[in-house]
């Protein structure tokens, strides 16, 4: 392996599950997720020298694997998607436990947020600094605050219209 590849593979290993999640919340698909994640990490990959780090490199990950899930989204037949990932996963939370439950019902709420929204409460459930997700958000922190909590407020009651159904 030459410099390249272990560099690529560090950076793969610590920042492909966060990803994995981002492209997840985008999408309510485990495959099309693992398909945008493979894209984002193959534009990283062919992209890597032109890397400025005038940011830290996962903040500049985030990005390419926003933009490559806003173009999947786009792309995508959006009802006719949102009608089969509901499908998808209220087939499968019968097969999970409770907790998997929880969390499946997590992700079909965020799934119905605004495309901005779902990035930013993504990037909170990974743990991702604030002064980090404002930088790739493009608001300051003062304004990430509120509309974090602006948006946790409308994911309890998703969530919970979820749960009574």
């Not at 495959?31 to 890597?48: C, G, P, R, S, Y």
């Not at 998607?81 to 019968?94: A, R, Y």
Request: proline residues 1%; hydrophobic residues 35%; charged residues 30%.
């Amino acid at each position: 392996m030459d410099q390249k590849d272990l560099l690529f593979k560090q950076i793969f290993d610590s920042n492909s599950k966060k990803i994995f999640h981002l492209c997840y919340g985008y999408t309510g698909d485990a495959d099309a997720a693992n398909d945008l994640l493979q894209e984002t990490f193959l534009k990283v990959w062919q992209n890597m020298d032109k890397f400025r780090q005038k940011s830290l490199i996962s903040t500049w990950i985030y990005r390419i694997a926003v933009n490559t899930c806003l173009t999947y989204l786009r792309s995508e037949k959006r009802q006719a998607k949102d009608e089969l990932t509901d499908n998808v996963i209220e087939n499968k939370t019968e097969e999970f436990s409770e907790k998997n439950e929880q969390i499946a019902l997590l992700y079909k709420s965020i799934s119905k947020l605004e495309e901005n929204d779902r990035l930013i409460i993504t990037m909170v459930l990974d743990e991702l600094p604030y002064n980090e997700i404002a930088e790739i958000s493009g608001i300051s922190e003062g304004n990430l605050r509120v509309k974090i909590h602006r948006i946790k407020q409308k994911l309890t009651e998703l969530y919970n219209q979820h749960a009574r159904l």
